[in-house]
C-alpha cells in the first residue's frame, strides 16, 4: 500500500483524493487504472510517456492497466484547450492511426500485462435513449465553466453541441470501465471531473479517483507537446530523428524534460555542460526506446553532420542522367521538398546547399560531377551522374 501512494504522489500534480485512494488500497490492494488516447494522429509522443512511465511502475507492483484507444472518440477530438472546432475524423483515417499504437506501447508497459480496449465496442451500440440519458447528466452553464468553452463563448468563436458530447462520452468510458483510478494530464482535470459526476447519476459508487500529471510541452517550448501542434517527438521517429529533436529544444526545456522523462538526479545535470546534458539526454531516451547500439549511432551520427560538420555516411543516392537540371526541380523529384514552391522557398530564404555551397537562386545547375544536396541542417542526398 505504501508503495503504491508513493508511487503515484511522485510527480503527480492533483490527487483527487488521496483519502479515498488509501481506502481502495485499503479494502482492494490491485487497483485498475484507466487511461485513455484519442488517435487523432498516428503516433504517441514524450507527453503521452511522461504517463506511461507512471502506468508502467503502478504495473510493476501489481496493479492492473487498462490502455483505453479512443477510437470513437477520435472522431470529435478532444476539445481540451483548443480555440476552435476539430474537423470530424473518418473511420479511415481513424485505423490508420489506430494500426501502430499497440506497439508503440509496448515499448514502455508490459503490453502482456496491459488490457487494451477499443471504446468503438460500446459505443457503436448506444441508442438514442442512451445518449438522452447522459446528455441529462450535466448542463450547459457547467459546460461553459471550462475555461476553454468559456473564452470561445466570450470571443464569440464557434462552440459546436458535438465539442459538449466529448467529455461525456469520455465520462461514459468510466460507466463502462469502473475504473479504480483514471489518469491524464493537467489539461484533463474538467474531463475527469465530470467522470466523477456522471458516475454517481449513474449510480456507481466506487467513483474512480484522478490523477493529474504535468504537461510536456513541445518543441517549441511554449505550447503543450501536441500532434495538433505539430511540436512533438514521437515514439515512431527514427533514432536519429528523435536525438535531433531533442538536441534542438532550449535548455530550460531540457531541464523540464529531465524531470519528467527521468529519474536522473537533476543537481548532478545541472553541474553539466548543457550541450553535454543534452546529448546524454537525447542518448538515453533513444537508448530506451531502441537499444544501447541504436542510441550510440545516432549519437555518432548526430556529431558528425553537426558538431564535425561531415556528411552522414548512410545517404540516400538521388541518380540523375540529365546533366542540366533546375534545382527547384531537383529538390522536389528528391523528396526534399514536398512541392515546387516549398523548394523556391526554401533556396529563396538560403536553406538548400551543393557541396555545402549555398545556393540562393532557383537556377539551372550544370554538372557532370557528383555532389551532396542539403535542405536545412538535417536533410542530405548523394545525386549521381548515370
Not at 45 to 50: F, I, N
Not at 160 to 187: R, T
Not at 286 to 307: L, P, R
Amino acid at each position: 500500500m505504501c508503495k503504491t501512494i508513493e508511487a503515484i504522489l511522485h510527480g503527480a500534480t492533483e490527487i483527487i483524493s488521496i483519502k479515498e485512494l488509501k481506502y481502495r488500497l485499503y479494502t482492494n490492494k490491485r487497483l485498475t487504472i484507466k487511461f485513455g488516447v484519442d488517435p487523432t494522429a498516428p503516433d504517441l509522443h514524450l507527453g503521452h510517456v511522461v504517463i506511461l512511465n507512471k502506468l508502467r511502475i503502478l504495473q510493476n507492483l501489481g496493479h492492473k492497466i487498462i490502455f483505453l484507444i479512443g477510437d470513437f472518440t477520435a472522431r470529435i477530438g478532444d476539445p481540451s484547450g483548443r480555440s476552435t472546432t476539430r474537423q470530424m475524423m473518418t473511420e479511415i483515417q481513424i485505423q490508420h492511426n489506430v494500426a501502430t499504437y499497440i506497439e508503440q506501447v509496448s515499448k514502455i508497459l508490459d503490453i502482456t500485462k496491459t488490457e487494451i480496449i477499443y471504446n468503438s465496442n460500446w459505443f457503436k451500440k448506444l441508442s438514442i435513449n442512451d445518449i438522452l440519458k447522459l446528455a441529462t447528466t450535466t448542463t450547459v452553464s457547467k459546460m461553459l465553466k471550462r475555461t476553454d468553452f468559456d473564452t470561445r463563448y466570450k470571443e464569440n468563436k464557434s462552440i459546436s453541441i458535438v465539442e459538449f458530447l466529448y467529455p461525456l462520452l469520455q465520462a461514459y468510458d468510466s460507466i463502462i470501465l469502473k475504473p479504480d483510478i483514471e489518469i491524464g494530464g493537467n489539461d484533463q482535470k474538467f474531463n475527469l471531473l465530470l467522470a466523477r459526476e456522471v458516475q454517481r447519476s449513474y449510480g456507481i459508487n466506487n467513483i474512480q479517483i484522478i490523477i493529474t500529471m504535468p504537461i510536456l510541452e513541445g518543441l517549441d517550448g511554449i505550447k503543450k507537446m501536441s500532434k495538433s501542434y505539430n511540436n512533438y517527438i514521437s515514439l515512431n521517429d527514427s533514432p536519429k530523428e528523435m536525438f535531433g529533436k531533442i538536441m534542438s529544444i532550449s535548455d530550460m526545456l531540457m531541464y523540464k524534460y529531465y524531470t519528467y522523462l527521468t529519474d536522473f538526479d537533476l543537481c548532478r545535470v545541472r553541474c553539466m555542460h548543457p550541450k553535454d546534458a543534452k546529448s546524454k539526454l537525447a542518448y538515453f531516451l533513444v537508448e530506451q526506446y531502441y537499444g544501447k547500439n541504436i542510441a550510440y549511432e545516432a549519437n555518432q551520427s548526430f556529431h558528425q553532420i553537426f558538431v564535425n560538420k561531415e556528411y552522414p555516411n548512410d545517404m540516400q543516392t538521388v541518380q540523375l542522367s540529365n546533366t542540366n537540371f533546375q534545382l527547384s526541380t531537383l529538390l522536389l523529384n528528391s523528396k526534399l521538398c514536398k512541392s515546387k514552391n516549398e523548394a523556391k522557398r526554401l533556396i529563396k530564404q538560403g536553406g538548400v546547399k551543393i557541396n555545402s555551397c549555398k545556393i540562393i537562386k532557383d537556377s539551372t545547375i550544370n554538372t557532370q560531377n557528383d555532389f551532396v544536396l542539403q535542405v536545412g541542417k538535417k536533410r542530405f542526398k548523394k545525386v549521381v551522374f548515370v
